[in-house]
Every structure is written in C-alpha cells, then in structure tokens.
C-alpha cells in the first residue's frame, strides 16, 4: 500500500541534543511538509519542500532544519536551539499544483527527558 | 493577518442526527478550502476540497459549502454515526491563490453520542 511512513512513533530528547525524525513516502509525490502540531492549536508548518534539493521556510522554521535529497524522503532535525520542542510532528506528501490534498504520516510524538 | 476559526472546540451530537460545523476566514482571499478528519494519536485523512466557486461539494454522507462573502464554509455530516467521532480540520491556501501551503484551524472535536 502506498502511503507515509513516520518514524519513530515516540521520540525523547535530552536538553540540548539534536534529534532527527523520519518521513519517507512511496506516494510518488514532488511536495513534502513538515507540521507542528501543539494541544488546543492548529497545525503550522515549518518547512515545506517542492522538489528535490530545494525546500523553504514554513512560519516556524526557527530551530529546526530539513534536507530533500531524495524524492522520497524528507528528515526534519530539531536542533537543540529549539527551545520548545515538545510537540507531535507531522509529515505530508501531495502532488504538485496549488489546490492538491496533503497525506499525511502518522505522526512522531517529541518529548523532552 | 490571516485568520481561520472553527466555531467549536467541542460538538457532542445525538447519532442520526446532521453534525454541522463551521469555518470562518477572515483577511483571506482563499482559492479553496480543504476538510480533513482526524483520530486521536493519528495524522489527518482529507476528506473534501471545495474551489471558490462551487457553493457545494458531497461525498456519501458529507456536504460541504462556501460561501466567500460570508467567509465561512460548513461541513455537515448527515446521519451521524459514534464512528464519525474526531476531530474535523478545515485548511485554506494560506498565502493566497496558487500556494502550496495551507493554513489550518484548530479543528472542532466531533462526539456522536449512540
């Protein structure tokens, strides 16, 4: 079955460690996103990625870092200039074009030991 | 700046009965506007897209309308059932005609109660 892949389900991190979250799709899609998703608050994106070797900022990019070298696969770091990291992370694929539905993975759930 | 709010944090519904919930935009121009679905501990599954100019969209039991003067759209699920229970999303193009990138609302907890 197609679909996104997030790993792991459950993430803890130590004060100032950098850690890296998973997202591979086999959806075949050119878009990636990277969401923060935080209790009683909408979802916000921090990066987004178009194509291959390119990705921009989303609105809360600060403390985070991505790379898309490959199609199929776009890791979010959160770096440890992040100082509210606690969250449940969210990766999305979509096809290219403005008006496409996201898919999203199920989600890594960050904690701070 | 731009604003999405869902009316309700919080829906509880008698089952087979209609569950309606809103959206409303404001400093907007959207091209269209997304409903997802989300279960607890899951990432969201789309459900709907609706363009600026369809008053109305359906899928089974799912209508859903927008109305660009009002700024509002409504997501209406007919003959609710417990296993419609979650958290519904709506999501606009958030920078405008032609992005990439949406802006979603906090999302309205949907419980059907049997």
């Known amino acids: 079955d197609g679909g996104i892949t997030q790993s792991p389900k459950y993430l803890f991190r130590k004060e100032g460690q950098n850690v890296t979250l998973s997202c591979e799709q086999n959806l075949n ?22 194509i291959v ?18 199609k199929e696969s776009f890791p979010l770091t959160v770096t440890s200039a992040q100082k509210n990291p606690t969250a449940f992370y969210l990766c999305a694929s979509s096809t290219q074009g403005s008006n496409q539905p ?10 701070i030991l | 700046s731009q604003k999405i709010e869902q009316n309700s944090e919080a829906l509880n519904i008698q089952e087979g009965k209609t569950a309606t919930l809103t959206c409303n935009y404001t400093n907007y121009s959207p091209a269209y506007l997304q ?3 989300q279960d607890p501990g899951r990432g969201p599954v789309f459900l709907l897209l609706i363009r600026e100019n369809e008053k109305e ?39 405008g005609a032609g992005s990439y990138q949406l802006t979603f609302g906090k999302g309205t907890k949907l419980s059907v109660i049997p």
């Not at chain 1, 070797?53 to 490959?70: C, L, M, P, T």
């Not at chain 1, 996201?102 to 904690?111: A, E, P, V």
């Not at chain 2, 089974?60 to 997501?75: A, I, M, W």
Request: glycine share 8%; charged share 25%; with cysteine.
């Open chain 1, 102 to 111: 996201q898919h999203f993975g199920d989600g890594t759930r960050l904690s």
């Open chain 1, 29 to 50: 899609h050119d878009a990636m996103y990277w969401y923060r998703q935080d209790p009683g608050q909408g979802l916000r994106l921090i990066y987004y990625s178009q």
């Open chain 2, 35 to 37: 409903w997802y679905r």
């Open chain 2, 57 to 95: 969209k359906r899928k089974e039991r799912l209508k859903v309308t927008f109305d660009t003067t009002l700024k509002q759209s409504l997501f209406h699920i007919t003959a609710s059932q417990p296993a419609d229970s979650a958290t519904y999303l709506c999501a606009l193009d958030g920078q």
């Open chain 1, 53 to 70: 070797n390119d990705f921009q900022k989303g609105d809360i990019a600060e403390g985070y870092s991505v790379s898309r070298e490959k």
